[in-house]
C-alpha cells in the first residue's frame, strides 16, 4: 500500500513538473524567444493525458487546464506562422540580420527610401498653446528689465573650438563606449573595496572640466540602468546595478545635479 | 446646369472640411478616424475622400486608409481581424531622395537602423525581444546609440514595445512604409 502511494506521489510530482516546464517553453515562444515549432504539440497533449488521472487537488486541475490553454496559443500561433511564410513578408531572420551587417548604411537608407511615403501633417494654433502663450506673455518681464539682467552677466564670445576641448568633450580621442565601460569599471573596483560609493567624491576631479565630464557619463550610466543613484537627504550615493537592463526605464524622472565651480 | 453647379460648390464644401481634418492634428495621432470623417462629411464620405485623393495625387500626395489595432498582434492577425477601427492619412504617394529626407531632419544611419529594425521585426512576424533587435543594431551602429535609436523609433511611433518588452511593429510603419516592397527590396540587394 505504502509503495502504490509512493509511486502516486513521485508521478504526482514529476506530472507538475513536466507540466511547468511546458507551460515555460509555451510562454518562452509567446514571447518570440522560439520558433513556435520548437514545441511538440502532440507530446504535450500526450503528457497531459498520461498524467491526468494523478490529478486530484483543485491546483492540479487548474496547472492542467493552463497548460492546455498555453499549448492551444502555440498552435494559434504555428497557424500564424505557417500564414506569415505563405506570404511575400516572410525571410529568414538570420538571412536579414546578415543582410543588414553587410550593407552599408547608406544603401541600406535608400532600400528604405524606396518604400517609404512618410506621413504629411500641419501644426497649427489650439486653444491649449494660445492658453501657454498667454501664460508666457504674462510672466514675461518687459525687455528693459531683462536687458538689465543680461549687463550683470559676464559672457564671453564665441570662439573656435581647439582640439583639446574637442576631446575633452568627448568628440574627438577614446569610444564613447570605451569611456562609459572604463568609468563603470573604476565604479565597480570602487564599490566593491569600499560598499555605496559617495557621488561627488567619485565625480569630482581637480580640474572642473574632467568633474562636468564624469558628472556627465555617469548620467548615462543611471540613465541606462548600469548604476543607480540613492539620494538620502543632502547626500548622494551610486551604486552598480548587478544585472543591468540597458534601457532606460520608461518611469524613470530627472534629477538635476548642480555642479559648482567653487567646490 | 444650375443643379449641377450647386452640387459642385457643396461638394467642395465637403472637400475643405475633409482636408481639414486630415491634414490639420488634434490630438496624439495625425489624420483622422473613419467615424469622424463620417460624422462630419456625412454617409458618402468615401466619395469625398476619392475625389480629394484624385486632387491630391497631382501634388505627389496620397490618402492612405490604415487600421488601428493592438500592438500585441501580429502582422497577420490584424489582417484577418474584422471590424477593426479606421484612419486615414494623408501620406507621401512617391518617394523621398536621400537628401530630401536629410532635409526633412532624418541622419542616414537613423533611416539606415529604421529600416534594419523594420526588416528584422518582419522577418520575426513583426515581433521580436528588445534584446535582440538591439543586439542586431549594436554590430553596426554600437550598443549605445542602438538603444538610442530604438528608444527613438518607440517614441516616434514607428516601433512599440510591450510590458515584456517585446517590440513590434508600430503605427507609423504600418502608415507609412510599404512593408512587401522594403523586404522585396531588401531580399534584391547583391552583396
Not at chain 2, 467642395?12 to 462630419?40: C, T
Request: aromatic letters at 10%; charged letters at 30%.
Amino acid at each position: 500500500m505504502s509503495e502504490k502511494k509512493k509511486v502516486k506521489r513521485s508521478s504526482h510530482a514529476s506530472g507538475r513538473r513536466e507540466l511547468k516546464e511546458i507551460v515555460e517553453t509555451c510562454e518562452a515562444i509567446s514571447e518570440r524567444k522560439f520558433n513556435p515549432f520548437f514545441l511538440d504539440v502532440r507530446l504535450g497533449v500526450d503528457t497531459l493525458r498520461q498524467y491526468f488521472h494523478f490529478w486530484e487537488t483543485f491546483a492540479d486541475h487548474c496547472l492542467d487546464v493552463h497548460t492546455l490553454n498555453r499549448l492551444s496559443e502555440v498552435v494559434r500561433l504555428q497557424n500564424t506562422q505557417l500564414k506569415f511564410q505563405s506570404s511575400m513578408l516572410y525571410a529568414d531572420p538570420e538571412f536579414i540580420a546578415r543582410k543588414v551587417d553587410r550593407m552599408s548604411e547608406k544603401r541600406l537608407a535608400e532600400v528604405f527610401l524606396q518604400s517609404w511615403h512618410p506621413l504629411s501633417e500641419r501644426e497649427q494654433l489650439t486653444e491649449q498653446t494660445l492658453s501657454n502663450a498667454i501664460d508666457y506673455w504674462n510672466a514675461l518681464l518687459p525687455i528693459s528689465a531683462r536687458w538689465k539682467r543680461r549687463e550683470h552677466i559676464d559672457s564671453k564670445q564665441p570662439s573656435s573650438a581647439s582640439n583639446d576641448t574637442l576631446i575633452g568633450l568627448g568628440i574627438r580621442g577614446e569610444e564613447f563606449d570605451q569611456q562609459l565601460a572604463k568609468l563603470l569599471d573604476e565604479l565597480r573596483d570602487v564599490y566593491k573595496s569600499s560598499g555605496d560609493v559617495d557621488y561627488w567624491s567619485f565625480v569630482r576631479r581637480p580640474e572642473y572640466q574632467e568633474t562636468v565630464h564624469r558628472a556627465y557619463l555617469v548620467s548615462f550610466l543611471v540613465t541606462y540602468d548600469y548604476v543607480k543613484l540613492h539620494v538620502h537627504e543632502a547626500e548622494l550615493s551610486l551604486v552598480p546595478t548587478d544585472q543591468p537592463s540597458g534601457k532606460a526605464r520608461p518611469s524613470a524622472a530627472s534629477f538635476p545635479i548642480p555642479i559648482p565651480r567653487s567646490d | 446646369m444650375q443643379d449641377k453647379e450647386v452640387a459642385q460648390s457643396f461638394y467642395s464644401d465637403k472637400l475643405k472640411r475633409a482636408i481639414h481634418l486630415l491634414l490639420f492634428r488634434r490630438g496624439k495621432m495625425p489624420g483622422a478616424k473613419e467615424w469622424e470623417l463620417k460624422e462630419k462629411l456625412g454617409k458618402n464620405f468615401e466619395q469625398v475622400i476619392e475625389q480629394l485623393n484624385q486632387l491630391l495625387s497631382e501634388l505627389d500626395l496620397e490618402i492612405k486608409k490604415v487600421k488601428e489595432s493592438s500592438s500585441m498582434e501580429t502582422m497577420q492577425e490584424r489582417e484577418i481581424r474584422p471590424g477593426d477601427m479606421t484612419r486615414y492619412f494623408i501620406t507621401l504617394k512617391g518617394s523621398l531622395g536621400l537628401k530630401e529626407a536629410k532635409m526633412i531632419g532624418w541622419r542616414i544611419d537613423n533611416l539606415a537602423a529604421l529600416a534594419a529594425s523594420i526588416a528584422y521585426l518582419l522577418s520575426k512576424q513583426g515581433k521580436a525581444p528588445r534584446d535582440d533587435l538591439e543586439r542586431l543594431l549594436s554590430n553596426k551602429f554600437g550598443k549605445w546609440k542602438a538603444v538610442t535609436l530604438v528608444d527613438v523609433f518607440l517614441r516616434t511611433g514607428y516601433l512599440e514595445e510591450d510590458d515584456a518588452g517585446v517590440t513590434s511593429i508600430g503605427w507609423r510603419t504600418q502608415s507609412e512604409v510599404d512593408l512587401k516592397a522594403l523586404m522585396t527590396k531588401m531580399a534584391e540587394v547583391k552583396l
